[in-house]
């Protein structure tokens, strides 16, 4: 008797598709070990999650020490993961966003910041998985230190980040750590995972209640998870590049030393407020708080590295520290902040008292210092 194919039901086979792509995404939602290895067996083709390291022995996983091995920089697949995105589209995507980024801040003109900069990303580039050239620029966020990797390779260091920096290569470790975001190509892979849930979702929306699980819960928290280890690995990647080039990796360490620092500070201050001793007492550091955030806790980031250094990072003798360039442009960028006092005389102060302008420095008749109008 012949046998034709086999048919399901209309409604089961529905339920068969939203049952697969469930496994294939909710990772977070793993009950194990085991489940949670057939779930990335399962996912898409070389679709590989940011693989950060926590007290692992050197040569206890064959896998991870010939991933992260500082001898193959260039030659490890960083960033290879599946990924809706191509090269092309995705520089296309970094430069929209670095066009609207160029008109919304303030950029330093001075030459020889910009070269030295510039000379200090691309040396950084060379030693990294990066397989894209890249664009860098300077810019003057106030106070505030930061650095910006953007996808398809534009970097933007602010002048606030130099001057915080006590040495060349502290500027270089979190240089390096915006490269390695870069390298990895974590913004497109996240975006396509995140594509990749919106397509769960219409489909799940269809199985009906049931599916809500993870509309509200799994999809999310594969996301943040995957933030999070993407900033773990970057750390990682930042420490491997800066020690390849030949920079002190302990110096990224102090820089989330100070990044910590100013955390503990802000938390000082908001102790302040009414109440917030009472929030205070919401355990945030448990498994389960820290599961809903985007961003890894800084101690923890900074336990990682210690222990990844001594797992990744073959030792040396002699690292650089700092260097007569950096302590130049340093003191080029001190000088271009410092205000220039000019001395006026009366109808010239007269004048600017009409125009209604604010204060001025005017000369007070008892003291040959100069001192704000009050």
């Known amino acids: 008797m012949p046998h034709g194919p086999l048919l399901l039901p209309r409604g089961f086979r529905l339920h068969l598709i939203v049952y697969i792509l469930l496994v294939l995404c909710a990772f977070p939602l793993a009950t194990s070990a085991h489940a949670q290895q057939i779930a990335n067996q399962l996912f898409l083709p070389h679709a590989v999650e940011p693989q950060p390291t926590e007290d692992l022995p050197a040569g206890k996983d064959a896998k991870k020490a010939e991933k992260y091995n500082v001898d193959r920089i260039g030659r490890r697949g960083i960033g290879h993961g599946f990924n809706l995105y191509s090269f ?24 020889v910041v910009n070269e030295y900069v510039n000379r200090l990303a691309q040396g950084m580039v060379r030693y990294s998985d990066a397989e894209i050239p890249f664009s860098v620029k300077v810019i003057d966020s106030g106070d505030i230190p930061r650095a910006y990797g953007l996808p ?7 002048s606030a980040l130099i001057l915080a920096s006590d040495g060349e290569a502290e ?7 915006e490269i390695a975001h870069v390298a990895a190509r974590h913004a497109t892979r996240a975006l396509t995972r995140r594509q990749m849930c919106n397509i769960v979702d219409s489909v799940s929306s269809m199985a009906g209640p049931a599916s809500l699980l993870w509309q509200d819960v799994g999809g999310p928290l594969s996301l943040k998870k995957f933030a999070r280890n993407a900033e773990f690995e970057a750390d990682l990647l930042g420490i491997e590049y800066a020690w390849a080039a030949g920079y002190d990796p302990q110096a990224l360490l102090d820089a989330l030393e100070k990044l910590h620092a100013m955390e503990v500070r802000r938390t000082a201050l908001f102790s302040k407020i009414p109440g917030y001793q009472m929030a205070k007492k919401i355990p945030f550091h448990s ?21 990844e250094m001594v797992v990744f990072l073959p030792s040396r003798k002699d690292y650089i520290l700092d260097t007569n360039d950096f302590e130049e442009v340093k003191a080029r960028l001190l000088s271009s902040r410092t205000p220039v006092l000019h001395h006026r005389d009366t109808n010239d102060d007269k004048d600017k008292d009409k125009d209604g302008n604010g204060p001025v420095l005017r000369r007070h008749p008892e003291s040959t210092s100069d001192m704000f109008a009050p």
Do not use: W
């Open 88 to 111: 092309r589209r995705e520089h296309e995507l970094g430069e929209h966003l670095a066009a609207s980024f160029d008109r919304a801040s303030k950029l330093i003109t001075d030459p």
């Open 171 to 177: 500027l270089a470790g979190v240089m390096a750590h």
């Open 152 to 158: 398809g390779g534009f970097l933007y260091v602010s």
């Open 287 to 307: 498994k389960v708080a820290q599961s809903f955030a985007s961003y890894p806790l800084t101690e923890e980031r900074i336990a990682r590295l210690q222990s």
